[in-house]
């Protein structure tokens, strides 16, 4: 027989029921609940308390006056943070930020904070409000909190707008290596970066390939961007931006990038994309798609969820491979190659169809 205390311990018939049924009203309310843990995280990155750890452990204190917060409330943040894992607290009260809570540091290789600003500011987290409606609707219902569509608003909102680009940046840095590596250049001389911001996809192809010349598509500020990286890069000589609107026309090219820029729009729009760099292309001519394909609904949580993001934000949606080959079959192209990416990326490599 086992000591008393101990069988005194053992949970109950009853209790074990009780806990076991427990468990899925508390994994719900964890999804209830998961907009705290969002608006947490960034309030860790407004109050850059990865920042201000940097150079050693802290106090809630210290970091309340180097930021100018409520010392307690900054206290209870910081608390808070350690729950999460963000932060870990020693035994005279000093916090110090874990590798994960790291990432919201700035100005640091895979930062993540512009992430945590832009996911947690008006321009998406007012939508996501609206999320019922747009299932209802079919379609985001943005403009009805935003005034306009998502990429309106943000032309209005510069602090904003700078926080998703610096965001849309950091993660093109976390996957253009990776890319690179599996995009075949060969036979290609010049390669066009549709929509790609500062081209760091099109820059990384570049500095692998010294023969290649690459062009960056985009909107001015954008392309202005772009022409000051690569200058900064040393491939001005064979890099060059040019201002414009991917649904009027992209320019000739024997490889054209597209990373992360067909989910942002409805089958249509996409369409439209696809069907310019058809037009566009030279002899033999490739397109590269970048994109998060949903192959296991079951599986590929991520994907499902970002595509209730663009549901909720913009007119776009993510897919799976054959709503893909629609879109490319549509607009005089076939796919001929798939490279899974690090991550839930996927790389979807195109021929012009016969």
């Known amino acids: 027989m086992g000591h008393p205390d101990v069988e005194d311990a053992k949970p109950t018939g009853t209790e074990k029921d009780k806990s076991l049924g427990d468990r899925p009203m508390m994994a719900l309310l964890g999804m209830i609940h998961g907009y705290w843990i969002s608006q ?17 452990p802290l106090t809630a204190q210290d970091v309340a006056g180097l930021e100018s917060s409520d ?80 990429f309106g608003y943000l032309a209005g909102q510069p602090e904003e707008e700078a926080q998703f680009a610096a965001s849309m940046e950091a993660l093109t840095g976390g996957i253009a290596a990776d890319a690179a590596r599996a995009i075949d250049v060969d036979g290609a001389s010049l390669a066009v970066d549709v929509g790609g ?60 990038l597209l990373k992360a820029v067909l989910h942002d729009w409805d089958d249509d729009s996409c369409v439209r994309i696809l069907r310019n760099c058809r037009n566009a292309a030279r002899p033999g001519a490739r397109v590269i798609v970048i994109e998060n394909v949903i192959r296991d609904p079951a599986r590929d949580r991520f994907a499902t969820l970002l595509d209730m993001n663009m549901l909720a934000v913009t007119s776009g949606q993510e897919r799976d491979l054959a709503a893909y080959d629609g879109l490319f079959a549509a607009a005089g192209w076939r796919r001929t190659a798939v490279h899974a990416l690090p991550g839930a990326r996927s790389l979807l490599e195109l021929r012009t169809a016969e």
């Open 197 to 256: 911001g500062t081209g760091q996809l099109v820059r990384e192809l570049m500095r692998a390939n010294d023969e290649l010349h690459g062009v960056v598509l985009d909107l001015p500020q954008a392309a202005a961007a772009a022409r000051q990286a690569a200058a900064a890069d040393g491939l001005g000589a064979r890099f060059s931006a040019v201002a414009g609107d991917f649904f009027a026309a992209v320019p000739d090219a024997d490889l054209y």
């Open 71 to 150: 010392p307690h409330a900054t206290y209870r943040l910081m608390r808070t943070c350690a729950a999460l894992g963000l932060l870990a607290r020693d035994d005279d009260g000093r916090f110090s930020a874990t590798p994960t809570g790291a990432l919201l540091r700035s100005g640091v290789p895979g930062s993540l904070r512009d992430h945590a600003l832009a996911f947690g500011a008006p321009g998406h987290w007012l939508p996501w409000g609206q999320l019922p409606e747009a299932v209802r609707k079919g379609g985001t219902q943005a403009a009805a909190v935003l005034g306009n569509d998502l």
């Open 40 to 56: 947490v995280v960034r309030a860790a990155a407004d109050l850059r308390l990865a920042d201000h750890l940097a150079a050693g």
